[in-house]
């Protein structure tokens, strides 16, 4: 069972709406004090004044010590949220990649260097990471996006797979659709693949907490993801054959 939140210190980035918002509000209602961060300063102070919060705003890869010195210089639970929805194909600009790479991936590696060396002196420190079915599947029509959910999984794996036995507690986030403004981004492959059964952020927020309650690394909103994933490691032609089956009615539809 999680320990009580009253009075802990939560740090939530990308939380100007969706799902980081969704989770701001929850973690508030348990008692924690929540810092808000958005590159969206409007936007953070918003839900912040809303939850009762702290807006931080700016890049998420770089608030972990003013959202400390803001918590009273404790963090006790972050959650690296903000991401980027990034389409396209191999063929997308290097510079996509790279803002990919850098928000979905390496601002989660900041943040845990930034974190562990306070929370392994301590013994306990929790990191949720909201990384997408996507990491453990793929997206049609999505390159840079896939890619680099696919390593923030990894990274949050191993960290939990590190660090466990010194009271660091990990968890990954992996739904498909949820409504959200990233969603509304994905155009017309989002509107075959993960429209049709889109859940609410609260819907997320509610799994994230069901899941820190029984210690569960993964956290799937969409349970039917699990049959995926299974599939993909057990028989992978036939699970690429008909994620490509997919793709090619998604090109009919693009036509």
Not at 82 to 106: F, H, I, K, Q, T
Request: contains cysteine; hydrophobic residues 50%; charged residues 20%.
């Amino acid at each position: 069972m999680v320990e009580t939140l009253q009075d802990k210190g939560v740090v939530v980035t990308g939380a100007g709406g969706g799902i980081g918002a969704a989770l701001a509000r929850r973690f508030a209602a348990e008692g924690a004090r929540v810092v808000v961060n958005d590159l969206d300063a409007a936007k953070a102070k918003a839900v912040a004044d809303e939850v009762g919060g702290i807006a931080v705003p700016g890049d998420a890869s770089l608030i972990v010590r003013e959202a400390a010195d803001a918590l009273g210089g404790a963090v006790d639970v972050y959650c690296a949220n903000a991401g980027l929805g990034s389409g396209g194909s191999e063929a997308a600009p290097e510079e996509v990649w790279a803002a990919a790479w850098d928000v979905n991936v390496m601002a989660h590696v900041r943040a845990a260097h930034a974190l562990l060396p306070g929370w392994l002196e301590r013994g306990s420190g929790r990191f949720v990471s909201t990384v997408s079915a996507a990491g453990l599947l793929t997206m049609i029509g999505a390159a840079p996006y896939s890619v680099t959910k696919h390593g923030a999984y990894a990274f949050a794996e191993w960290l939990s797979l590190t660090y466990r036995h010194r009271g660091i507690k990990v968890h990954a986030i992996c739904p498909q659709g949820v409504r959200t403004d990233m969603l509304a981004a994905t155009g017309s492959a989002g509107d075959l693949v993960l429209a049709p059964t889109a859940i609410e952020p609260d819907d997320v927020a509610n799994a994230l907490f069901a899941g820190m309650a029984e210690d569960r690394f993964l956290i799937l909103p969409h349970p039917e993801v699990a049959a995926y994933y299974q599939a993909r490691a057990a028989t992978p032609d036939k699970w690429l054959a008909g994620m490509n089956h997919l793709q090619q009615k998604w090109e009919a539809t693009e036509r």
